[in-house]
């Protein structure tokens, strides 16, 4: 049994066979470490996390059905919960879920204005008005279309 | 309480990985968030181009309803294209039917227009060209349409010619072509004495593809009667014939295609218990040579079809195919209209899959014209 700690000092207690799909982990497993502090991971993330790695865990065939449905739903968050576990998932290393919630938001995105993407990422423009409107003119045929959506989820 | 929160910092590595999976389209669009988007944008955009690109069939019904539809006949198409093209001919904004296509461009004419007015438009970028009027006035004109990309801009080419002929046996006709060059925004008209046994016998039926393969600036057209391909040369300014390998009850879109695959012009030819094909690889020389390629048992494509797709049984299997049409890139595969599904048979494995399912009875897409529509390259990011 392996002992992980999150951010906000939760502690979790979960056989090391759940564990190695994270490798980094595994790698500290191997190291013979028994107790693991996240200090980047909190413990709603966490939770989320464990519980994706239990159903993987057990790859039978009859399951895959079962894993397969539980993925498309798991998928089912908010943006900001999404962003905390690829945060997560990138740091644990755990490739299967960043599989998963890679495509999961871009999907999100995709047709987001850019006001709303720079919002969610948190970036500041480094375009002056004119140069920003330069290129929104050369690559007109991008903009247009009706599925252009502002909200922020 | 979680107010909605920014992220304070999202490495590199993640968003790389995010804009990875996002469309072309969606790409070429967030380039203006910040310089360091528009960098790692410009390089996925770049590598993405040279990714193999998808190509569509695309169906047209003719008359009535007049609805045109797109599918995808691959499958790694959604990051490339993104979103559905259904809705995109709908854009046009006038009530068109569609002619034909090159380099991701269609030719559609206006409904009602007497075949005079055409626009040319690109469903995946939505550009549009209007054309204007014709000079002339052509009873059911066979057209050609030629579009030439390069980075800057897009030039194209119609060709569309009608024949007169005073009599039944007459051995000289005159022809009337009629030819659109973007590049001079005007249709430029010329009346042809063809002393050669060519054009005899326009006769076309609403189902006959009236549309021309084209091959460095030549024409080509497959002709009921006579039996031929009738070829317009734009350079030399010039028609003539070529001989087909293979002789048909009917050159009916179910009985035969010409196509362009490869780069190759192709024939195919549907006897009713076998399908034909064949390829030329040294046109447009004068004399160029058929090579016979495969024999398909129609019979063994329905009857492994009806299996693994459901297809209706009965007889005549040959004559259950409605249309055939050519992969634009790979002339080991044909498209089979059978009924009101279409596969693609790969000649080379004796394979077929199932490409669409009109989810129609049959008899509703008797009048489906197939095209193939090749995926346009997407255009440069600016």
């Not at chain 1, 995709?110 to 409107?133: H, V």
């Not at chain 2, 550009?127 to 579009?147: E, S």
């Not at chain 2, 042809?192 to 016998?201: I, K, S």
């Not at chain 2, 189902?207 to 497959?222: H, I, K, N, Y």
Request: hydrophobic share 40%; with cysteine; aromatic share 14%.
């Amino acid at each position: 049994m392996i002992t992980l700690q999150s951010s906000d000092k939760d502690v979790f207690e979960i056989e090391q066979s759940i564990l190695i799909q994270s490798g980094t982990i595994k790698n500290m497993v191997e190291d013979d470490f028994t107790f693991i502090p996240l200090p980047s991971v909190d413990t709603e993330t966490l939770i989320k996390i464990i519980e994706y790695m239990k159903k993987h865990a057990d790859k039978t065939d009859s399951k895959e059905k079962n894993i397969k449905e539980f993925d498309k739903d798991f998928m089912k968050k908010t943006l900001n919960e999404l962003f905390a576990l690829v945060f997560a998932a990138n740091y644990l290393h755990i490739s299967s879920l960043l599989e998963l919630l890679y495509p999961s938001i871009a999907d999100r995105i995709k047709d987001k204005i850019t006001e709303a993407i720079r919002q969610i990422f948190s970036i500041r423009c480094d375009f002056t008005p004119e140069e920003e409107r330069r290129i929104i003119m050369d690559n007109k045929w991008a903009h247009e279309g009706t599925e252009i959506e502002g909200t922020l989820d | 309480m979680k107010r909605h929160q920014c992220k304070l910092f999202v490495c590199e590595e993640i968003i790389i990985n995010i804009l990875n999976r996002l469309p072309l389209k969606s790409l070429a669009r967030l380039q203006c968030i910040s310089k360091e988007w528009r960098k790692y944008i410009a390089e996925i955009y770049h590598c993405r181009l040279q990714w193999p690109q998808p190509y569509l069939i695309c169906f047209f019904c003719v008359e009535k309803r007049l609805q045109s539809r797109f599918f995808f006949s691959s499958k790694e198409s959604s990051l490339v294209i993104g979103t559905s093209l259904d809705e995109s001919v709908s854009l046009i904004g006038e009530r068109v039917y569609v002619v034909a296509s090159s380099s991701g461009f269609l030719l559609c004419n206006k409904l009602k227009s007497r075949q005079r007015i055409y626009y040319v438009y690109n469903p995946a970028t939505r550009q549009r060209f209007d054309v204007p009027k014709t000079r002339i006035l052509m009873n059911d004109p066979r057209v050609g349409f030629m579009v030439k990309e390069t980075n800057e801009s897009v030039s194209f080419t119609i060709v569309r010619y009608g024949v007169h002929r005073a009599y039944f046996h007459d051995l000289y006709s005159s022809v009337t072509i009629e030819i659109f060059s973007s590049e001079t925004n005007i249709w430029t008209a010329n009346k042809l004495t063809v002393d050669e046994r060519l054009l005899f016998y326009p006769y076309r039926d609403e189902t006959s593809s009236s549309s021309a393969c084209v091959v460095d600036r030549v024409f080509c057209w497959l002709c009921n009667y006579p039996q031929q391909v009738t070829v317009y040369d734009s350079v030399k300014k010039c028609f003539w014939a070529l001989g087909l390998p293979d002789w048909t009850w009917f050159l009916y879109p179910g009985y035969s295609c010409l196509g362009l695959s490869g780069g190759e012009l192709c024939f195919a030819s549907n006897g009713g218990t076998a399908i034909s094909c064949w390829r030329i690889n040294n046109f447009p020389s004068r004399n160029p040579v058929w090579v016979w390629k495969y024999d398909i048992d129609v019979a063994t494509v329905v009857q492994k079809c009806r299996e693994d797709f459901g297809l209706g049984g009965g007889n005549a299997p040959g004559f259950k195919v409605r249309n055939m049409v050519f992969h634009p890139a790979l002339p080991d595969i044909l498209y089979l209209q059978i009924r009101s599904k279409v596969i693609s048979y790969d000649m080379k494995t004796s394979s077929a899959e199932l490409v669409h399912d009109f989810g129609e009875a049959w008899r509703k897409t008797v009048h489906y014209k197939l095209f193939s529509y090749e995926w346009p390259q997407w255009p440069h990011l600016q």
